[in-house]
């Protein structure tokens, strides 16, 4: 005897002469109607249509998808290219917003995709695959727009900020690094364990005087070190190859000094790259002076890197997503961070009270990169000098 496909109809209230009869026609060639009502779970989206198109007000926009309403439908329509799908006759495609909305939600909370499948009434599927398809969309199609190598004119806008900020010359940005929370993965889960025991992988950023990133590169395990990273990123290969910084050298104290960054002490010291000196050793007063400078513009990253994780908290708790996407997902929250910073959307410091509940600590790393590049060496004690000038002002 022939077997029929199973299927329940529970809900159909039919009886068992309408279900064999239902059941032929599923089998049959003629089922397209039946097939759609089987296959398409009845769900709600009067919250996304009715609620928050209609009545959210500017805060719960803020609040519910960290930018307002006007910057949200800007992305929107800079995601459509990548993001929007036609309708099929099996069903209606879900609409470009409510897409990008389900993403949003996503990487502002970190909530269970179960959750955002209530809230917006669709699947579970259907959710992770627009977090995914949303994601490489922002890194696509806005890491151009938001997220690149300043222009010459910008690298000179950005030094002289530095300058009146923090008296720093010829600085036009700050390199550092933060750890995302991260499920143990299956394989080489031991590699991905950082100094505070937990699962990690690493973002390594660089900001300028605003805190708006630059450049970054994510997906190293947790147990790198800092200088490791450095080394094996673009920026290191842009930056050896002297193709990262125009050729715009200043001179002070007798010495040429070029655009660089400042770091901490766990990357190498580099012309192009600055750090504090070691505090294993007895310093001069000009040596503190320098240290001292240096770790006022260097807060900026570490501000930064707060406000990040307290506007998309998928960010600060353990990320479930696989691997190949996570580094995915922090690229586009850095993107959206410049997105928002620079279309100037309110940040709420209440965001920031979650940090104080952080279940995953940053790992201090001790270590110290001890290359020595006298070139380096000269620059930073030519600073160091200079900033000893302006202290005895």
Same mark, same amino acid.
């Given at each position: 005897?022939?077997s029929f496909p !199973?299927?329940s109809?529970?809900?159909?209230?039919t009886s068992?002469?309408?279900?064999?009869? /239902?059941?032929? /026609?599923?089998h049959?060639?003629?089922?397209?109607?039946?097939?759609k009502?089987?296959?398409?779970?009845p769900?709600?989206?009067?919250?996304?249509e !009715?609620?928050?198109?209609?009545?959210?007000?500017?805060?719960?926009?803020?609040?519910n998808?960290?930018?307002?309403?006007?910057t949200?439908?800007?992305?929107?329509?800079?995601?459509?290219?990548m993001?929007?799908r036609?309708?099929?006759h099996?069903?209606p495609?879900?609409?470009?917003?409510?897409r990008?909305?389900v993403?949003f939600?996503?990487?502002?909370?970190?909530v269970?995709?179960r959750?955002?499948?209530?809230?917006?009434?669709?699947?579970?599927?259907?959710?992770?695959?627009?977090?995914?398809?949303?994601?490489?969309?922002i890194?696509?199609?806005l890491?151009?727009?938001?997220l690149?190598?300043?222009?010459?004119?910008?690298?000179?806008?950005?030094?002289?900020? +530095?300058?009146?900020?923090?008296n720093?010359?010829?600085c036009?940005?700050?390199i550092?690094?933060?750890?995302?929370?991260?499920?143990?993965?299956?394989?080489?889960?031991?590699?991905?364990?950082?100094?505070?025991?937990?699962?990690s992988?690493?973002?390594?950023g660089?900001?300028?005087?605003?805190?708006?990133?630059?450049?970054?590169?994510?997906?190293s395990?947790?147990?790198?070190?800092?200088?490791?990273i450095?080394?094996?990123?673009?920026?290191w290969t842009?930056?050896?190859?002297?193709?990262?910084?125009?050729d715009?050298?200043?001179n002070?104290?007798?010495?040429p000094?070029?655009?660089?960054?400042i770091?901490s002490?766990?990357?190498?010291?580099?012309?192009?790259?600055?750090?504090?000196?070691?505090?294993m050793?007895?310093?001069?007063p000009?040596?503190?002076?320098f240290?001292?400078?240096l770790?006022q513009?260097?807060?900026?990253?570490?501000?930064?890197?707060?406000?990040?994780?307290?506007r998309?908290q998928?960010?600060l708790?353990?990320?479930d997503?696989?691997?190949e996407?996570i580094?995915? /997902?922090?690229?586009?929250?850095?993107?959206l961070?410049?997105v928002?910073e620079?279309h100037?959307?309110?940040f709420?410091?209440?965001?920031?009270?979650?940090?104080?509940?952080?279940? +995953?600590?940053?790992?201090?790393? /001790?270590?110290?990169?001890?290359?020595?590049?006298?070139?380096?060496?000269?620059? !930073?004690?030519?600073?160091?000098?200079y900033?000893?000038?302006?202290?005895?002002?």
């Open positions: 005897m022939q !199973r299927y109809f529970a809900c159909c209230g068992r002469q309408e279900l064999a009869v /239902m059941m032929v /026609m599923a049959g060639n003629s089922s397209t109607n039946c097939r009502r089987i296959w398409c779970k769900r709600s989206s009067d919250w996304w !009715r609620v928050v198109l209609d009545e959210f007000q500017p805060n719960d926009w803020l609040e998808f960290r930018m307002s309403k006007e949200f439908f800007h992305v929107c329509n800079k995601l459509k290219p993001v929007s036609r309708n099929t099996l069903r495609a879900l609409p470009l917003e409510k990008v909305a993403a939600w996503r990487l502002a909370t970190n269970e995709y959750t955002i499948s209530h809230l917006f009434g669709i699947g579970r599927s259907t959710v992770c695959k627009c977090v995914r398809e949303v994601c490489h969309a890194v696509t199609l890491k151009p727009l938001y690149s190598l300043p222009s010459n004119d910008g690298f000179e806008m950005t030094a002289q900020r +530095f300058v009146r900020k923090w720093f010359p010829q036009v940005g700050v550092d690094s933060c750890h995302i929370p991260i499920s143990a993965p299956p394989q080489y889960h031991r590699d991905f364990l950082n100094g505070k025991g937990w699962h992988v690493v973002l390594q660089v900001v300028d005087d605003t805190g708006k990133f630059w450049d970054v590169c994510t997906g395990s947790g147990s790198s070190l800092d200088a490791k450095l080394r094996n990123s673009d920026l842009t930056a050896t190859e002297r193709r990262l910084f125009p715009c050298s200043k002070i104290i007798g010495t000094v070029n655009y660089l960054l770091g002490s766990s990357y190498p010291l580099q012309e192009w790259l600055l750090k504090p000196y070691s505090e050793e007895a310093l001069t000009h040596q503190l002076v240290n001292y400078t770790s513009a260097h807060a900026i990253i570490e501000d930064t890197f707060r406000r990040l994780k307290a998309w998928c960010l708790k353990r990320n997503c696989s691997l996407l580094p995915t /997902m922090i690229t586009a929250c850095c993107i961070h410049n928002c620079k100037n959307d309110g709420n410091s209440e965001w920031l009270g979650v940090l104080g509940q952080e279940e +995953f600590p940053q790992p201090n790393q /001790m270590v110290s990169d001890r290359t020595v590049d006298s070139q380096a060496e000269e620059i !930073r004690e030519a600073l160091s000098v900033f000893m000038g302006l202290q005895e002002r």
